[in-house]
């Protein structure tokens, strides 16, 4: 079973069809509810509500979840049902399975409730007809000329007795992105960290992100010089990161990580460690660099 720790929930929909072919006569008598198993259709919408919650019991690979919505309508016409199934959740995978499910159960109730009378039923044209949701709807990507920056900020470090991974699993992740970032080591100093940060404020560089200092060392004061070159905070970067960092463990509270714009430049502090680092990034991209046309004037 594929692990779904690291995405990030959103607001996932899915609406599959299947349909039902009947005789002419068959359909007539559903319509007249004339039939040996009263009210198929009905029954077929209370079994396609109940398909889509038990879909992990049939389908073995997928993840239960919380499901906030199903809706489920039928089109009669002379030879033929169709069925349209929308589900809705708000979680870290999609609904498609749940929905195709619910409408190929529902397909299934009315062709048992329909061969008493018809021996020539048919399913078919089961299908996916939208599905939205999770990264697949987020695709922003960097602007033309888009401009990074890494920061690590570390005594050890720096004096070469501690590997840095953070800042360079941070490039990593960026150079994922098509975005090939500068990458500059510091140790804690608060006034050498405001230079480097005001330096790429002057280059007009898109985004910076700090590794390290955000923690409750008496040498951690990276937040501090972010304050002090920052012209406006943007809270719901480091609100995010902590809250998806606080669902994986309780120490994310402790990290005091800022973030804000100065100019046309963000400035993003992430935690030290790698594990802070990854979850972090995990909860900010692709969504963060839909900032940037807005900074450019262009809106949402």
Known sequence: ??????????????????????SPESIRRLQANDLPKKDVLV????AAVAAAKKTPDIIPYCHPLPIDAVDVSFDVADD?????????????????MEALTAASVAALTIYDML?????????T????????GGKTEFRDRPPIQFTAAVIVTSDGVEEGKREDRSGVFIRERLESLGITPAYEILPDDEELIIEALRSFIAQETDLVVTAGGTGLGPRDVTV????????????????AARAHGQAR???AMLSRGLAGISGRTIIINLPGSLKGTEESLDA???????????????GH
């Open 284 to 298: 900010l991209f692709p969504a963060l660099l839909h900032a940037y046309p807005m900074i450019r004037g262009g």
């Open 43 to 46: 029954v077929a919408q209370v």
């Open 125 to 132: 044209s089961i299908r996916l007809d939208f599905k939205r």
């Open 1 to 22: 079973m594929k692990s779904v720790t690291s995405k990030t929930t959103t607001l996932r929909r899915a609406t599959a069809s299947a349909r039902v072919n009947a």
């Open 115 to 123: 061969k008493p009378v018809d021996k020539n039923i048919e399913i």
């Open 80 to 96: 033929h049902v169709m069925i349209t199934v929308s589900v809705e959740a708000i979680w870290k995978t999609g609904v498609e």
């Open 249 to 251: 463990t309780p120490y």
């Open 224 to 239: 501090e010089a972010t304050r002090k070159v920052i012209e406006r905070e943007i809270p719901g970067i480091a609100e």
